[in-house]
T-cell receptor
């Protein structure tokens, strides 16, 4: 199946600093990638849709100035958590869907996730 | 909103069969996905139903009734490694790629 890689898998930072998370589609081109956030024992909440070559689309309640998304190429999207605070500590997961072909059902493939801890 | 409801927790015994139900608003979605997520890991794809009926894939089967807004995931011959969260996700109508997830059902398989 398609491969989506996310880095780093774990990051600990001090309050007030910024953290960048990368998401790469390794064997397909993704014009669209999705960023989800997941708090403990809760489901995935879509934060934003990253669009290659244009601005990201943010879900209601997600601050675009705090969660900066850049989709600079067809295989890379980055999420930067700016001026991180302890309440931003969470599991951040990116995903992408390869073009639907043949038996491909068009399911989302997820990166490994990045666990952010803000001290 | 486009709500997806599934039970929070379920417990079953190794070797048994368990059915995890999922209900959703029929006007919202084009198809239903099921994902498995182990603690601290990203979700992995299990199944996708876009037509009514049962899709079987080894020990796992998934059913969809679009008119009733109902789906279930059936796990047979349960193994300890099946202990995980199972997420029902709807393919949002009118959106080419977006998924909306239910809260997940935490399944615990006991020996």
């Amino acid at each position: 199946g398609a491969v989506v890689s996310q880095h780093p898998s774990r990051v600990i930072c001090k309050s007030g600093t910024s953290v960048k998370i990368e998401c790469r589609s390794l064997d397909f081109q993704a014009t669209t990638m999705f960023w989800y956030r997941q708090f403990p024992k809760q489901s995935l909440m879509l934060m934003a849709t990253s669009n290659e070559g244009s601005k990201a689309t943010y879900e209601q309640g997600v601050e675009k100035d705090k969660f900066l998304i850049n989709h600079a190429s067809l295989t890379l999207s980055t999420l930067t958590v700016t001026s991180a605070h302890p309440e931003d500590s969470s599991f951040y997961i990116c995903s992408a869907r390869p073009p639907i072909q043949g038996a491909n059902t068009g399911e989302l493939f997820f990166g490994e996730g990045s666990r952010l801890t803000v001290l | 909103g486009q709500n997806i409801d599934q039970p929070t927790e379920m417990t079953a015994t190794e070797g048994a069969i368990v059915q995890i139900n999922c209900t959703y608003q029929t006007s919202g979605f084009n198809g239903l996905f099921w994902y498995q997520q182990h603690a601290g890991e990203a979700p992995t794809f299990l199944s996708y139903n876009v037509l009514d009926g049962l899709e079987e894939k080894g020990r796992f089967s998934s059913f969809l009734s679009r008119s009733k807004g109902y789906s279930y995931l059936l796990l047979k011959e349960l193994q300890m490694k099946d202990s995980a969260s199972y997420l029902c996700a709807g393919h949002v109508r009118g959106s080419a790629r977006q998924l909306t997830f239910g809260s997940g059902t935490q399944l615990t398989v006991l020996p």
